[in-house]
């Protein structure tokens, strides 16, 4: 079962309420990206929504399969399995979206920019 089902993202603040092991969809602006050298090829990265903060592990398969997106993306939607371990979640990283094109449209004023404050 996906929750919710790609391509909507949960957000970070939501990420207590699905099953271990549901396949989820996350997304947000990339804030650190981590590859230690103790890690055996597995690379960290934290996303950032409005709402939190969202762990995802890529495993060195992962990793090279999507590459250009884990290092170079500035924003990602990321699909996996959500584990929890002590109260902390992560998404194991099953398919890795380069969206940071989405970021250029809030720069664009011609573009729509969602519902207008009243």
Request: proline share 8%.
């Amino acid at each position: 079962m996906n929750w919710p089902r790609p391509p909507s993202a949960i957000p970070a603040e939501l990420l207590s309420r699905p099953p271990l092991g549901a396949r989820i969809t996350v997304a947000g602006l990339v804030i650190l990206r981590q590859r230690p050298g103790t890690a055996k090829g597995v690379i960290f990265l934290t996303l950032e929504d409005e709402t939190g903060v969202v762990n995802i592990i890529v495993w060195r398969a992962m990793y090279e399969r999507f590459r250009r997106a884990v290092i170079a993306g500035r924003m990602l939607r990321v699909t996996g399995r959500l584990q929890r371990d002590h109260g902390v979640s992560h998404v194991i990283a099953e398919e890795i979206e380069d969206i940071s094109q989405l970021l250029d449209r809030l720069l664009d004023p011609t573009l729509p920019q969602g519902p207008e404050i009243r």
